[in-house]
């Protein structure tokens, strides 16, 4: 049952987990949204526009450039979303079959989400970062950010991936 045509198509409801994420995720990013729109005037014409490994501002850019992060967002939720209601797309091990099918696309779905609203969440704190910088709020990020942003990111797919070879 490879072949992701040939894979049951299963009505899964959503978790309480899954739910909290979503809440998480889309409240702060509609929060990113909000500051955008009440500070845009407040704004100065440059703006941290890119960041080094460091966590250093290495480009300025003018204040539509915060807008890309609130565009890329969007275009995350639409995207993961849709992998989200179809989890018989995703990629699973040769094992798969019909008594243990709902597991798998479970398990792959709530991974899924999770990276969708860590995502968003990350978008979040650059945009923040970018105007607390514009306004003399704060100061750069700091080393501690691409580390520490990279090891959300990839906590449940390792933990997902283990969980994963536990299904029979």
Known sequence: MSNSWER????????????????????????????LIFIWNQLPDKVPAHYNALGEVDRWGSKSKLLILPGMGAFIIVFMRFFEKRPELHNYPERLNESNAKQFYLLSRKMVNQIKNICLIIFVLITFESVSIALGWSGEFGVWFLPVAVILLLTPIAAGLLKQRKIK
């Open 8 to 35: 049951p198509k299963l009505k899964i409801p959503k978790t309480k987990s899954e739910w909290f994420w979503d809440i998480i995720g889309c409240s702060l990013y509609m929060a990113s949204i909000l500051l």
